[in-house]
């Protein structure tokens, strides 16, 4: 028995520092998501805004020939959530918006570039020029193993132990999560105290992320931005739309998703309205996407409850302006 346990408790500690391990358990549906009901509700357990993540269906479209989409992004529209399927582009690539990536480009094709930003790191990406894809003509491509045995999959570990993802195999079911609930109710109404990572709105309606609804720093929609800091934002956009025609793209666009505090929480601050002076300034040059607007007129039926991110209709939103301009 001693050598039992000994084995078991091994097991799940090691769990701790496989990424792939975990990752494989939850594809088997050995683990559940625990992102499942959304990131917010994941850090604050309020039930009020337990609600599974929408499941999007794909619509059914004709993809444009000849044409080559490359999407810079971040996790709005990650492969979790947008893929190829949703996109009329013949030829889809999508690269992670804060890594360096290399691409070549198709000269049978017209070359279409999107960078794709939220609104709270707006100002961080384009506090200088955005360079970071870059033309791989000359650069050795390295060839990754796309599927991995179960072997390959358990040796694969990262040190140090991370803390997070073994709770989150231990603790991710509903049977936990209704204690993790009751937990996070008696915080809230006998302390006043919700998790530090989550905001509510002031009539309690919406969960939102720190980051952007705290009173000041450069991830907040109420930081108070000069505008002599928005004609830098726009002259570094214009310098990156530059420097990709200057590589060979063939159209440049723009594309800033508005945070959540920014739709549903304006009145916790003065909003800076970093978007609208963005895309309103007479010397911007690169093409935009405006989501802001149709998100500021259907509201909280632009987010999944308890998430920072859109849901089928606003990601829908999103996708029939792109895919009207391809």
């Known amino acids: 028995m001693k050598y039992f346990f000994l084995l078991i ?4 500690w090691y769990l701790g520092f496989s990424k792939d391990l975990t990752k494989w358990l939850f594809d088997k549906h050995i683990t559940q998501d625990d992102y499942r009901y959304g990131d917010l509700y994941r850090l604050s357990n309020l039930a009020q805004f337990r609600v599974p993540l929408e499941k999007c269906t794909p619509s059914k479209m004709t993809k444009t020939p000849n044409v080559s989409l490359i999407l810079l992004g971040d996790s709005f529209t990650d492969k979790g959530r947008i893929d190829s399927t949703n996109f009329k582009a013949e030829n889809y690539k999508r690269f992670f918006i804060a890594d360096t990536s290399f691409i070549k480009l198709e000269s049978n094709r017209k070359n279409i570039l999107i960078i794709q930003t939220v609104e709270r790191h707006f100002r961080e990406r384009f506090a200088k020029p955005y360079t970071n894809l870059h033309i791989a003509d000359n650069q050795p491509f390295k060839n990754k193993i796309q599927d991995k045995t179960l ?3 358990a040796l694969d570990y990262q040190v140090p132990y991370n803390t997070e993802r073994h709770e989150t195999l231990l603790f991710s079911s509903d049977f936990f999560l209704k204690f993790k609930e009751w937990k996070a109710w008696i915080n809230w109404k006998l302390f006043d105290k919700i998790d530090e990572k989550v905001v509510l709105s002031k009539d309690g309606k919406h969960i939102l992320y720190y980051l952007d609804a705290q009173a ?3 991830n907040s929609s109420f930081d108070k ?3 002599e800091e928005i004609n830098i934002l ?3 956009v214009n310098t ?8 060979g793209f063939d159209e440049i666009y723009l594309s800033i998703i508005p945070n959540k505090t920014s739709i549903l929480a304006s009145d916790l601050g003065q909003y800076n309205h970093l978007i609208e002076r963005v895309q309103q300034n007479s010397s911007l040059k690169m093409p935009y996407f405006d989501v802001y607007a149709p998100a ?4 909280e039926q632009f987010y999944d409850i308890g998430d920072t991110h859109w849901n089928c209709r606003g990601k829908q939103i999103w996708l029939d302006e792109v895919n009207h301009k391809l």
Do not use: D, R
């Open 9 to 12: 408790f091994a097991f799940l």
């Open 151 to 153: 072997l390959q999959t």
């Open 216 to 218: 000041s720093g450069i």
């Open 296 to 299: 500021k007129l259907i509201k």
């Open 240 to 247: 990156t739309y530059n420097y990709y025609k200057n590589l």
């Open 225 to 227: 931005i000069s505008e």
């Open 234 to 236: 726009v002259q570094n």
